[in-house]
C-alpha cells in the first residue's frame, strides 16, 4: 500500500439509543513503509465535520490488512481492509459497538507517485448514484439520486438526475461551478428548480471515476460517478512506437479502444482543452496529433467525444521529444518503413549498401524550427522545418551521419523524415538502427537491412 487514495465511507453510528447516517470522503497518503495521513470530511446525522488523520498500517502477505487512526489529534479505533485490483484500491470496514462503516478506497492515479491535477481532470460525461440521508423540517428520510452530470473541463457543470426521498420522487436538471485542485480534490455545486446542492468531490483512479459528499447540513449523502465513455491512458500511444510513454509536442499519435467514432467526421480530440487535429478513425482507433503548443513542464489533459457524446478526461505527460519509428508493419518493431537511396523499399530482399543514403520516417521529435501549424501538409520543398533538438543516430552500434532531420513535402506535419548514411563496414539484413533526438531514444527493436 502506497501513494495517495481517496475514500468514501458510509454506515450508522450509534450514540444512546440514537442510529445516525454517516458519510465520510477522505484522503489517505500511504508512505508504503507503514505510515499514513490525511483529511477528510464526514456527515453526521447530517452535521458536517472535518477531520485531520494520522496513524499507522500493517499489511500480510494475502493483501489483507488492518489500520489504527487518531483523529484530529485523538484516538478513533482500527479498521481493517483488503487490497484489490492490484493495489489500486482498497475495500475498508469500521465496526465497533458503536457503529458499522464501511467503502472503498480508490488510488489517485495508476502510475507511480502522484498526479497534478485541473480542472480539465473532470471532462465529459459522467453517471452518477448517491444514497443516504436528508433530514428535513425535523424528520429523517432515506434519499437515492441516480443521474448524469457533464463537466466542461474549465470548471462548469450540468446535471439531470431523479431523487427518491423515501418513495416520493422528483427530477431535475441543474448547473454549477466545479474546482478540483492539485491533489485532485475539489467541490461542486447544482442548482435546479429545487434549491442548491454542495459536494465535495475526489477525481481518481485518473479521471476514471469521481467520488461525491454532499457538503450541505442536514444530508448524509455519498456516491461515485464514472464515466459513460471511457478512454484509458494506457490506450493512448505513439503512433509509430505504441508506447504510451512516448508522447511529445507535435507527435502523431494513436487511442485505441471499443465504441470509438467510425469516421474522422464525428470525431473530435481535445488536448489541454485544444481542438486536435484528426486524420482517421474506424470505430476502434483514432489517429491524431498533438499540438505543438501544449506544455510539457506539466500534465495535460485529453478527452474525445464520439458524435456529441464526450469521454471521461485523462492525464498525459508530454515531453519535449519521445521519438518512435515507423515500421514496415505498423507494430512499432521489425523492418523499419526506410527507403534506399534510389527511393525503393529497403528490407531483406533489397538491403542498402554500407556507405549509401537511407530515409526513415518518424514521431515525436517536437518543436520545429521555423514552427509548423498543427495538420499542415506542406507541398513546398523549399519551406521545409527542421527540428529543434540535434539528432544523431547508429545503425547497428556504430554512428551513422544525419543528413537531414525534418519535415518532409507532401506530408502531415509530426512525421519527421530522416536521412542518414549507413556506416562503411556493415553487412546484415537485421542491422538495429536507434535515433535520437536530443536525448530521447526511438523504440528497441527496429532493424535496416544493409549489405
Not at 325 to 350: E, M, R, V
Not at 354 to 362: K, N, P
Not at 406 to 420: H, K, R, W
Request: charge should be negative.
Amino acid at each position: 500500500m502506497s501513494g495517495i487514495y481517496y475514500y468514501l465511507l458510509s454506515g450508522d453510528l450509534l450514540s444512546g439509543t440514537q442510529v445516525y447516517p454517516y458519510v465520510e470522503l477522505g484522503k489517505l497518503a500511504a508512505d508504503g513503509q507503514g505510515g499514513i495521513s490525511g483529511n477528510s470530511h464526514a456527515s453526521v446525522g447530517g452535521s458536517i465535520s472535518a477531520y485531520t488523520l494520522a496513524g499507522t498500517y500493517s499489511m500480510q502477505a494475502s493483501c489483507t490488512g488492518s489500520m489504527t487512526l487518531s483523529v484530529n489529534s485523538q484516538p478513533a479505533g482500527s479498521l481493517t481492509f483488503q487490497m484489490v485490483n492490484g493495489g489500486q484500491g482498497a475495500i475498508l470496514a469500521f465496526s465497533s459497538s458503536s457503529g458499522v462503516v464501511a467503502g472503498r478506497a480508490y488510488r489517485q492515479t495508476a502510475g507511480a507517485g502522484s498526479i497534478q491535477c485541473s480542472m480539465a481532470s473532470l471532462s465529459g460525461s459522467y453517471a452518477y448514484l448517491l444514497t443516504g440521508a436528508a433530514f428535513l423540517s425535523g424528520n429523517g428520510y432515506y434519499y437515492s439520486q441516480a443521474g448524469s452530470a457533464t463537466g466542461d473541463g474549465r470548471g462548469n457543470m450540468n446535471a439531470t438526475g431523479m431523487a427518491n426521498v423515501s418513495g416520493s420522487t422528483v427530477t431535475s436538471t441543474g448547473q454549477g461551478p466545479y474546482s478540483v485542485a492539485g491533489d485532485c480534490s475539489g467541490t461542486a455545486s447544482v442548482k435546479n428548480q429545487n434549491g442548491t446542492a454542495n459536494y465535495f468531490i475526489a477525481v481518481v483512479e485518473d479521471g476514471q471515476a469521481v467520488l461525491f459528499m454532499e457538503s450541505d447540513a442536514g444530508y448524509a449523502v455519498g456516491g461515485v460517478a464514472q464515466p459513460l465513455f471511457v478512454t484509458p491512458p494506457s490506450a493512448v500511444v505513439n503512433a509509430a512506437s505504441f508506447d504510451s510513454q512516448a508522447l511529445a509536442q507535435g507527435a502523431i499519435f494513436s487511442i485505441f479502444g471499443r465504441s470509438l467514432p467510425q469516421s474522422s467526421a464525428s470525431a473530435q480530440v481535445l488536448v489541454n482543452g485544444e481542438a486536435a487535429p484528426v486524420f482517421f478513425a474506424n470505430g476502434s482507433q483514432i489517429n491524431a496529433q498533438i499540438p505543438y503548443d501544449v506544455p510539457t513542464d506539466r500534465p495535460v489533459s485529453l478527452s474525445l467525444s464520439n458524435a456529441g457524446t464526450s469521454s471521461n478526461a485523462i492525464l498525459l505527460s508530454i515531453r519535449q521529444a519521445a521519438p518512435g519509428i515507423f515500421t514496415a508493419n505498423a507494430s512499432g518493431k521489425g523492418q523499419g518503413a526506410i527507403l534506399n537511396q534510389d527511393y525503393s523499399y529497403n528490407g531483406a530482399s533489397n538491403p542498402a549498401a554500407a556507405g549509401s543514403v537511407v530515409i526513415l520516417y518518424l514521431t515525436g521529435a517536437g518543436a520545429m524550427i521555423p514552427a509548423t501549424a498543427d495538420g499542415s501538409v506542406n507541398p513546398d520543398p523549399a519551406a521545409l522545418s527542421q527540428t529543434a533538438l540535434p539528432v544523431t543516430a547508429q545503425i547497428g552500434g556504430l554512428p551513422a551521419t544525419v543528413l537531414y532531420a525534418g519535415s518532409s513535402e507532401g506530408i502531415v506535419s509530426g512525421v519527421i523524415q530522416v536521412n542518414l548514411v549507413a556506416p562503411n563496414g556493415l553487412a546484415g539484413l537485421s542491422q538495429p538502427i536507434t535515433i535520437k533526438v536530443g536525448e530521447a531514444a526511438t523504440q528497441a527493436g527496429v532493424t535496416v537491412a544493409i549489405h
